[in-house]
Structure formats: structure tokens, C-alpha cells
């Protein structure tokens, strides 16, 4: 079966950092466009960042550009999301999945993984 595992969320205090790590099964991994995606409790799932399949295009929601850096290793099937300088705003369930994710070869999204940020 094709899926999406997150990994690598955890507790840490504000200005803190994590590393998000998105394993994905499937032969097409490095044809995809990419993304990040958060949910809050409460709220919508939205946009965190996003990478084409080279790397060479990469965007950000505003208020974490700066902060975190998307990249991926199409070798490993994997997307990563280094996180830094922390915020409690950040605190969500982030997900992975291609971008947009209309286009998903995949038949759901994962679990995702819990990122809190404590002030």
C-alpha cells in the first residue's frame, strides 16, 4: 500500500526546534510537488510550506518563513521540515502530503505528527 509517515513532533519550550520527517511510499515520490500542512485544534488545516520535485521552488506560509526550512531526499522518499525558533503558534498536528493536495497519489492523509510549543 502507498502512505504517508510523519514523524520526529515532540514537546519543546519556545525558541526551541524539531525536525519533521515524512516518510512516503510510492514509485513517483520524486515526480511530486510537496508540502507541509498544520492543523490546530479548533481550526482549518493549512499550508505550512511547500517544495517541487527538484527542490529548486520552495515556498512558505509568512509567519514561519525564516524559521523553517523544507527540504527532501528523493533517494529516501522522505520530506523534512527543519523547525526553529519556535512559537506556541506553531503548536498543531503538521502533516505531509503532495502540494496541492488535490494532485496526491496517495489515499489518505497520514496520522500526522503532534508538535507542541510551550512558552
Known amino acids: 500500500q502507498v502512505q504517508l509517515v510523519e514523524s520526529g513532533g515532540g514537546l519543546v519550550q519556545a525558541g526551541g526546534s524539531l525536525r519533521l520527517s515524512c516518510a512516503a511510499s510510492?514509485?513517483?515520490?520524486?515526480?511530486?510537488?510537496m508540502g507541509w500542512f498544520r492543523q490546530a485544534p479548533g481550526k482549518e488545516r493549512e499550508f505550512v510550506a511547500a517544495?517541487?520535485?527538484?527542490?529548486?521552488?520552495?515556498s512558505y506560509k509568512v509567519s514561519v518563513k525564516g524559521r523553517f526550512t523544507i527540504s527532501r531526499d528523493n533517494a529516501k522518499n522522505t520530506l523534512y521540515l527543519q523547525m526553529n525558533s519556535l512559537k506556541p503558534e506553531d503548536t498543531a498536528v503538521y502533516y505531509c502530503?503532495?502540494?496541492?493536495?488535490?494532485?496526491?497519489?496517495?489515499?489518505?492523509w497520514g496520522q500526522g505528527t503532534q508538535v507542541t510549543v510551550s512558552s
Open positions: 517544495i517541487n520535485w527538484s527542490g529548486n521552488s520552495i
Open positions: 510510492g514509485r513517483r515520490f520524486s515526480s511530486l510537488a
Open positions: 502530503n503532495a502540494n496541492p493536495p488535490s494532485t496526491s497519489p496517495w489515499e489518505s
